[in-house]
T-cell receptor, first 114, second 111 residues
């Protein structure tokens, strides 16, 4: 069964460093998403991406964040200068269509900023 | 804005017990409602969904009914198994790109 994969599973970085989280969505999906979950809090939407551009973003997704689909398979989330409060589990998801269609999630990348 | 509230965990049950995890929502319009499950070390998986009032979603013995009058989507299972131990997330889609999640409820089932 096709699945969304994410690498790395755990990333430790120092405050102020740039990190890139990688995701490989399901191959025939067209819509891509990033969510995050700070420990003990809700899973929060960050951004959605379609046709090589951002289609929606939350207020969390400020200028420190960017997304890219650099080739036909990867979907990346870059945090330009990490802060302590960026420590969270980051989930990538993809779907065949938008709206009420199922979003398929990856296992997540745990980001720890020290 | 739109939001989802679900009961605090952990919920601890013996095998074959009845499970209810409460979920209520606040939304304008007519959202779709979902339950996702996260098993240890894995991603979020869709468990069931309902797209309109009075719809019942069901899968793997789990059920939830979309109740507009009480703005609820409670998850139930008649007889839980140890393998059901996981974190369960209630979520809504307000017909935009994003899912809005609750905080998750951890279920622990003991033999």
């Amino acid at each position: 069964e096709p699945e969304v994969t994410q690498t790395p599973s755990h990333q430790v970085t120092q405050m102020g460093q740039e990190v890139i989280l990688r995701c490989v969505p399901i191959s025939n999906h067209l819509y891509f998403y990033w969510y995050r979950q700070i420990l003990g809090q809700k899973v929060e939407f960050l951004v959605s991406f379609y046709n090589n551009e951002i289609s929606e973003k939350s207020e969390i997704f400020d200028d420190q964040f960017s997304v890219e689909r650099p080739d036909g398979s990867n979907f990346t989330l870059k945090i330009r200068s990490t802060k302590l409060e960026d420590s969270a589990m980051y989930f990538c998801a993809s779907s065949a269509q938008r709206g009420n269609w199922e979003q398929y999630f990856g296992p997540g990348t745990r980001l720890t900023v020290t | 804005g739109n939001s989802v509230t679900q009961m605090e965990g952990p919920v601890t049950l013996s095998e074959e017990a009845f499970l209810t995890i409460n979920c209520t929502y606040t939304a304008t319009g007519y959202p779709s409602l979902f339950w996702y499950v996260q098993y240890p070390g894995e991603g979020l998986q869709l468990l069931l969904k309902a797209t309109k009032a009075d719809d019942k979603g069901s899968n793997k013995g789990f059920e939830a009914t979309y109740r507009k009058e009480t703005t609820s989507f409670h998850l139930e299972k008649g007889s839980v198994q140890v393998s059901d131990s996981a974190v369960y997330f209630c979520a809504l889609s307000d017909n935009t790109d994003k899912l809005i999640f609750g905080t998750g409820t951890r279920l622990q089932v003991f033999p």
